[in-house]
Each structure stands twice: as C-alpha cells, then as structure tokens.
Antibody, heavy 119, light 107 residues
C-alpha cells in the first residue's frame, strides 16, 4: 500500500523550532493538495494545515496560525511544515496526508513523526 | 463548526457496528471516515459519505441522513478494532474538521 514518509521530528524546548518534511518514494505529490494532521498524546486527530497542489493556497488551524508554515517544493516532491514558537501543547505525532482527487479525501498517509516539546 | 462522535462503541464479532457523526455542515458537505490503529498510518475507509475506496472490505458501508453520517461495519471482525474518525470541512470547504474519534472495541 502506498505511504508517505515524514521526518524531522524530535525533542525541543518551549519556544524552539523544528522543520518537518514529507516525501513519497512511490507517489507523485506535485499534482495533489497536501495536509498535515497531528495527534496529541491520548487525543484524537487534529488538522494542522493544508496547501494546494501549486503551493499558492495555504490554510491553518487556529492553534497554529502565525507560528507554523506549510510549504512545498514540487521539484523535489516534498512538503514541509515549519514549526516555530513551539509550546507544550504542540507535542504530538505529526502526519502528512495526500488529497485524493477522486476520493475528495486524505487517501494516502504516512506513519508520522513525533514532536516532543519539553523543558 | 464541530463534528460529534460517540467516544466508544462495543460489538461482538460477527455483529453490526454503527458509528455516528453529526455536524451542521454534513447536510451540505461530504464526510469521510478514517480507521486508525496505534502505531500505524490512518486509512481512508469511506469517502463522499458512502463511497468505499478500492481495497476496503465490503462489510464497510456509509450513509447520510440530514446532518448526520454513519459508518456501518456489517459482520465485525477482530481486525476492525481501531479508532474511527469522521472528517469534513467548514461551510466554505476551506478548514478541515475531524470528529473526536470513536474507539471500536470488538468484544
């Protein structure tokens, strides 16, 4: 089954920054909108950000707006999430997901990368 | 805008499980369903309210009525034990919404 691969997670102090990456060895991402979704410990899935196939349109969930930036490099078939001014509440597994044109849903996901914000 | 799911549903093997999701936007926008097991990538199991993606078993079905959607698993198997999330969008189709998730326990 096709999957995406996230990387860049780690342990960071409050106020710190991280850059997450999402690549797809078997999937061409440049034709698709992309999402970042996170799951805090013991909680459900939470949408973080979206980017259109060409990178022109970007949308953010309220808790991360102004601190996180989603971007993409279609020449490298990679999507990024820049996390700045991190807080304890940003601790979560971060998943990237691809928008399926036929399904109108997130049809391919990765296993996630873990971000831990701790002092 | 919110999507509301029951926190948990329990069912015996071979029986039928129904997981509901309610929200005002569901009367106008499609809902999708994801299955999520610990340590694994989420899997799309139902899209556009009632369309089953390729590779998803026929025992999974979806329906919509007014501002609610339902994921039905007929003949539940042990492997179906997981968290299930409904997902839609706000009224502009811009912001993604997830329900709180329903933990399906197979007794």
């Amino acid at each position: 089954q096709l999957q995406l691969m996230e990387s860049g997670g780690g342990v960071v102090q409050p106020g710190g920054s991280l850059r997450l990456s999402c690549a797809a060895p078997e999937v061409t991402l440049s034709d698709h909108g992309m999402f970042w979704v996170r799951q805090p410990p013991g909680k459900g899935l939470e949408w973080v950000a979206s980017v259109s196939y060409d990178g022109r349109e970007k949308y953010y969930a309220e808790p991360v707006r102004g601190r996180f930036t989603i971007s993409r490099d279609n020449s490298k078939d990679t999507v990024f999430l820049q996390l700045n001014s991190l807080t304890l509440g940003d601790t979560a597994i971060y998943y990237c997901a691809k928008y399926g044109l036929l399904s109108g849903a997130m049809d391919v996901w990765g296993h996630g990368t873990t971000v831990i914000v701790s002092s | 805008y919110e999507l509301t799911q029951p926190p948990s549903v329990s069912v015996s093997p071979g029986r039928t499980a129904r997981i509901s999701c309610s929200g005002v936007t569901l009367s106008e926008l499609f809902a999708n369903w994801y299955q999520h097991k610990p340590g694994q990538a989420p899997i799309l199991v139902m899209c556009k309210d009632d369309e089953r993606p390729s590779g998803i078993p026929e025992r999974f079905s979806g329906s919509v009525s007014g501002t609610s959607v339902t994921l039905t698993i007929t003949g539940v198997q042990a492997e179906d034990e997981a968290d299930y999330y409904c997902q839609s969008a706000d009224n502009n189709g811009t912001y993604v919404l997830f329900g709180g998730g329903t933990k399906l326990t197979v007794l």
